[in-house]
Nanobody, 125 residues
Framework: QVQLVESGGGLVQPGGSLRLSCAAS??????YAWFRQAPGKEREGVSV????????VYADSVKGRFTISRDNANNTVYLQMNSLKPEDSGVYYC????????????????????WGRGTQVSVAS
C-alpha cells in the first residue's frame, strides 16, 4: 500500500520560510505534486515534479517563491516555500500519479492516484 506522509507545516510570519517534506513508500509513480486547500476554497495545484527528468511546474501564484525537489535515495519530495504570504495559508497535500499524459492535467486532482493526509501551513503575524 502506497503511503505519502507530509511534515514540516506550522505557523510562520509573512515573509518567512518553511520546508515541507513528503515521505513516499513507493517509487513506481512518475509524478509527485503538492496541492493546497484553504478554508472554504477548492484544492488547488501548487507544484509538480516529474521523476524521469525532474521537470517542474509551478502555479503562477508561487512562481519565484516556491521550489519543489526530490531526494531519490530517501524517496522524499520537498517543497521549499519562501517569502510566504497570508494567502499561502492552508492544508498542503502531497500527491503521486503513475502517469499523466497531458501537461494541462498536471494540476487536475483526478490524475493523482495517491494522497497524503496533509500538513497545515499558517502565515500570519
Amino acid at each position: 500500500q502506497v503511503q505519502l506522509v507530509e511534515s514540516g507545516g506550522g505557523l510562520v510570519q509573512p515573509g518567512g520560510s518553511l520546508r515541507l517534506s513528503c515521505a513516499a513508500s513507493i517509487d513506481t509513480v512518475q509524478y509527485y505534486a503538492w496541492f493546497r486547500q484553504a478554508p472554504g476554497k477548492e484544492r488547488e495545484g501548487v507544484s509538480v515534479i516529474r521523476r524521469v527528468d525532474d521537470v517542474t511546474v509551478y502555479a503562477d501564484s508561487v512562481k519565484g517563491r516556491f521550489t519543489i525537489s526530490r531526494d531519490n535515495a530517501n524517496n522524499t519530495v520537498y517543497l521549499q516555500m519562501n517569502s510566504l504570504k497570508p494567502e499561502d495559508s492552508g492544508v498542503y497535500y502531497c500527491a503521486a500519479a503513475k502517469v499523466i499524459y497531458y501537461e494541462r492535467k498536471f494540476f487536475s486532482l483526478d490524475e493523482y492516484d495517491y494522497w497524503g493526509r496533509g500538513t497545515q501551513v499558517s502565515v500570519a503575524s
